[in-house]
């Protein structure tokens, strides 16, 4: 079952889809269906119309999702839940919570958004102020702070501030127009790259990005955008990953078989459940010193040499 | 007792002015106590070109607290006259305006003090931008209601015009063709709205919600099903470049603002022009006028009234239906689900606040878009604000700049009302 942006909003929601399609290509007996909920008040009825239908497993998508989840996974103990972008403390039996360590993700990207900009300012903007979007700003703002820091440069971020956790939003996920004015204002206050952290709003990033055509790119964000939004390839220096995918047929292949156990998975860089993507159209422009120091920087957090500061990042 | 009446009128008028003009130097003192002596360290640098302009305009840099405090006594001053002296009614909106323009640039200098430049003229395109869709939806609305026929599926023309556009521009690989189909999606549900208000005589609000709600479902439909699995061919329609108007485009600051954007804007402008002449400067207005405010009287002498309100509904349409591909077409390229994003809502707003006349509404909307792109630059220069409270700005302008400056509005006096002839 998915948020308001649908299972084509080329992010989160198109994610979770691609697992369950993924598990039922992997595993003939599955069959898949989904419902999408229009507004928020939509949640509560969608997964009782699944719960009626008995479902192997529901999967619910999105942090906005949690409490109605909850309350259905405690309705109904005997049925299967997992919910990406969310987690229960203490865990409940019959759900998976899904997260994602993205700060971590995030915080390749910054350092690699450092590394790349012309004009020593970069920028970062969100949907809506949630900890599921902050946690990826927070690495990135993380991301550059680092690079600063080694490289003895002053490379700014606009739209976010870790310390104060304050920053820019568009105040929705379709409203692509405010996107791309966002996206203007910082490309006239100076920022070469811009990551959106916004779902379908990142493509008015990109139309603006696009039609300024003056040496600015971007990060795209959760999905490798050269492969969800392919016309904007061009400008996507990369792309600051989430594994939902793999994560949510996981769950459902183990649903599937008998298998599934309630609790918390954490998606990292060490599990590969987070990540950058391939440099696609970048691969030859993103300087060989700089993708080595890159995979340094993954080695180091995942030994823990390195810290991301983040105080979104889940615990468990 | 008309004594006694007279009196009340005369405190109440004083009690106003008094509240207003102290209303205006809290104000004015916030800009000292606040903007000026919490200022940081360092010049507050204000940008006025966006690059490619020929004439150069150097930036204007100014230390930001002593700025703020000067701001901040001129404000107070004004607030002093407003509360002390009888002042005719264009002199009050003269003195508004100048304390609320005195805030804006006082917490502009607070907020970009020792930050990057910013970029004035690029904060005032962004606010035009922002409101060529409602001053488009605006004027949907205006020629609806001025024959007394409520539009609320503003909304809805949005939506289906951008979906429209998108696709047609898409298909066919010319711009001007959604641009035309975007148009005529937009009269379509005008059509759809003037047969069951007119004909079947349903309630207009509900009809309204209910037409905005058909059209969300049936883009969001339609993009699941066709403009998903076919993006290439059905949703990668392009973006209309932007047009120079030679010679005026020059002009510093107010070049690129103005005369240095895509067709939309040139569009709106004549649109703009167009609605204003033809309701209060022509025969055909009128009668359209007549019609919203009298409609039986309107008939008697001629005019036939169910057709002038079929005519004007269409029309809205189709005028919505431009602004809804300036959502494609004109700005992001590609439709998204509910991308219209509740525009059409501010739209019906702006006109009202306008009172029905296109400089107001337009006046509204342009405001709404300041406010929202103050509040982008605000965020984005790091102000010290929760971004939740920032993102209400907009919003929370518009509501009090119309409570202060509009105040009572008049609709036209048979708006919503349905006519059966007798």
Partial sequence: MTDTGGIDDRSFNASSYQGLLDAAKADPNITTAYLQSTTQSDYVPNINALVQRNCGIIVTVGFLMGDATQSAAKAHPTDHFAIVDYNYSPPLNNVLGLIFNTAQAGFLGGYLAAGMTKTGTVATFGGMKLPTVTIYMDGFYDGVQYYNQKHNKNVKVLGWNEKTQNGTFTGDFTDQTK?????????????????????????GAAAAVKQNGNGVHMLWVDTDGCISAPQYCSIFISSVTKGIASAVKTVTLAAANNQFKGGNYVGTLANNGVGISPFHDFASKVPASLQSELNQIKQGIINGSIKVASPSQPTS | MSVVAATRRRVATLDRRTVAGAFFAALGALDILGFGLGAHAGDAVFRFSVGGESAHVPDLSLPAGTTAIVLGSLSVALGALYAGWQLGRTARRVVIAAVMALFILA????????????????????????????????????????????????????????????????????????????????????????????????????????????????????????????????????????????????????????????????????????????????????????????????????????????????????????????????????????????QGYIALAAMIFGRWTPFGAVGAALLFGFASALQNILSILGAPIPSDILLMTPYLVVILVVAGLVGRVRMPAADGKPYIKS
Avoid at chain 2, 172 to 178: I, R, T
Avoid at chain 2, 278 to 297: I, S
Wanted: aromatic share 8%; net charge neutral.
């Fill in chain 1, 179 to 203: 996107g791309k004015e966002v996206t203007q204002t910082f490309i006239q206050q100076g920022a070469d790259i811009i990551f959106p952290v916004a779902g379908n709003v990142g493509l």
């Fill in chain 2, 107 to 342: 917490l502009l200098c607070w907020v970009d003090a020792g930050n990057s430049p910013l970029n004035i003229v690029g904060l005032l395109q962004s606010s035009l931008t922002r409101s060529i869709p409602l001053v488009l939806g605006a004027m949907s609305g205006l020629l609806g209601e001025r024959a007394a026929v409520i539009n609320i599926a503003i909304e809805g023309q949005l939506l289906i015009g951008a979906f429209a556009a998108a696709v047609a521009a898409s298909a066919a690989g010319m711009l001007w063709l959604g641009l035309i189909s975007g148009s005529l999606a937009g009269g379509l549900i005008g059509v759809l709205l003037a047969v069951f208000a007119i004909r079947y005589l349903v309630d207009q609000i509900v009809l309204g919600v209910v037409l905005n709600v058909f059209v969300l479902g049936l883009t969001g439909y339609l993009y699941d099903r066709a403009l998903v699995p076919y993006q290439t061919t059905l949703n990668s329609p392009g973006v209309y470049g932007t047009i120079r108007v030679p010679g005026l485009a020059d002009i510093p600051i107010i070049g690129p603002i103005f005369f240095d954007s895509n067709v939309f804007l040139y569009i709106t402008y004549a649109v703009l022009l167009l609605v204003q002449v033809g309701v209060f400067h022509t025969r055909w207005g009128l009668r359209v006028r007549a019609v919203g405010e009298h409609p039986v009287a309107a008939e008697t002498v001629g005019i036939r009234v169910i057709y002038t309100r079929y005519r004007q509904l269409v029309l809205g349409g189709l005028i919505a239906g431009i602004g809804g591909a300036y959502l494609t077409i004109g700005s992001v390229g590609a439709f998204g689900k509910g991308m219209s994003s509740g």
